[in-house]
């Protein structure tokens, strides 16, 4: 008989959610450690509404209606301060209180001291939950801590589980409701074909949390792949493995399997290191076969040394070489660049996104390096005294909580604006035949821009603002050349337009598209008078106070089923209806197209001078 028979499971938010869909959690974590106890336990739940700010009072009031003897809670650092309230919630209900995860593995001491904690299990859980939920707190349980007599107390060491066909397939159907799908039914979902990593980066805790590389084998991972596959709905899934490609036999092997058994209704992304595209150049057909889309590839950094610095052996050969790879298929490559290591300066921060452009990739995402404990970079960065804060809601790959040798996080915070505004290639805004359409595009390019700008939640919206304006400056400093050559020659413009971006009544840049020859010219001027615009005008305050004022909640909501829809046939009854039905969805599509027609008239007054 188990030591704990009702047990509730909980995945601690990140502070605030990063505007991607692929990013909206599966609680894969937690699923995990559920089917380890499927068969031992009387009762497993996990709350309503776990992905958004209901979920606290859905959890108060999932406690106040059933028992749960034990409650445990999985947290990563950007998610910590979540879990301290649930745990709170938890432990006030009278419920036996476990973390684990990569936070509270990294700190276990820090995380003891909290009154609301009674337990940390150390590193993977599966094989230690299971004999705590049998054995209760007990020293014969390897691999966890907690508190006694005023002191903690360690077992010994779990080993890893090298036989990791051994863990039982996530209990996915334990699910809630999320975005109108339910347990198995998720239309974004997450798998892992692995553990560990057979690198160790500097800024990365995968080494100490699942250390060496271990392999799932190709056949036990198809048959979870089997249970995903849905042929009437593609569904978006995330290889979330540290490193796909570490094996290319293995997953030539997958992906034969899965082509013989037709499971190939998917969109799927993974993330690898370049190299390792260079390598499995003979089976990127049959990795596309099997619905392979993108590619996220962490190419960090231009510069070698800091390439030394972080462990991380990219050569730029392989770099150029994997993204001519992907073209060739069709595979969308995305890169990964880290700004803020400790001896770059400014200037060395704005080459990333020309080397980005010049790589030819289509997305590229700049954030900031941040020491997660457990990393490397954590320990270096905390003896230098170079963080700046340990707020752990601040710690989220954009949020700056350190200085540099050149840097302090406010112009860090400057320097990731600056390269996502120049990376941006505007040929959307040049493809365009008047002035509405331009202003779509250039609203769209800002929406992004200050959504990322967001997850910083130490930043309020003037300091967004600032960021954002000082960002189009510092681009236009580089004298940038933009233009396009016409499509269609017929179509070329009768009149240049103008839109404008506007910071406050003297400070404001103008967007100037003319046509010149057989090519279109974008030029970015800077204007510091108070004359009146020559066309649409987007008013940075206003523009800002609206994005903000929307739910991170409901942006990723929206998100979601934009995903759903990009890949599937767009059916009204079950898709747009139910979409347009909701109340704050709605509320957010009312905003901006108000914000777009003040734009395009010209309209709207100035919230701060």
Known sequence: MAYFKHICFVEAPQAIL???PRYVTDCIGILYLAAAVEDIAESLVIPDNFFNDRLFESFRMLLKKRRCDLVAISSMTGGFNNAKRLAEIAKSHGSFVVLGGFHPTALPDEVLKLDCVDLVVLGEGEATFRELVLMGPSRDVRGIAWKENGNIVYTEKRPLIEDIDSIRFPLRG??????????????????YTSRGCPWSCSFCANSRMHQHWRSRSPENVVEEIALLHNPKKKKLL???DANFLTNIKRVETICDLMIERGLTNFKIMMETRVKDVVRAERILGKLRKIGLKTVGLGIESPNPRTLELMNKGNAMGDVSRAITLMGQHTIDPEGYFIIGHHSESMKETMAYPEFAKALGLPLALF???TPYPGTKIFDEYRIDGNITSFDWDLYNNFSPVIKTEHMDPAALVKMMAYCTVAFCSYQSMLNKENERGVLFSFLYELFQIVFLMRVNLSLGENEIREAVFDAYLSYLGTNPA????????????????????????????????EQKDDRRTLSILPRFDKKPPLGPTIRLDELVAAV??????????????????????????????????????????????????????????????
């Not at 999320?178 to 239309?187: A, F, I, L, M, T």
């Not at 933009?482 to 337009?497: E, F, M, T």
């Not at 739910?551 to 209806?577: A, G, K, W, Y």
Request: with cysteine; net charge positive; hydrophobic share 40%.
């Open 18 to 20: 990063t505007p991607f």
């Open 238 to 240: 995330k290889i979330w």
């Open 482 to 513: 933009i233009d396009c050559k016409n499509a269609d020659s017929a179509k070329k413009l009768k009149r240049r337009i103008v839109v404008r971006l506007q910071h406050s009544p003297s400070r404001a840049i103008d967007c100037v598209i």
């Open 367 to 369: 954030m900031v390096i």
């Open 174 to 191: 334990l699910r809630p409701l999320r975005y109108g799908e339910k347990g198995n039914d998720y239309s974004i979902d997450t798998i």
């Open 548 to 609: 903000c004022s929307v739910s991170m909640d409901t942006l990723m909501h929206l998100l979601c089923r934009v995903e759903l829809f990009s890949n599937n046939p767009v059916r009204l009854t079950d898709q747009i209806f139910p979409l347009i039905g909701d109340r704050e969805v709605r509320g957010m599509g009312k905003k901006l197209v108000t914000l777009y027609i003040h734009c395009l008239r010209g309209k709207g007054q100035f919230i701060s001078q």
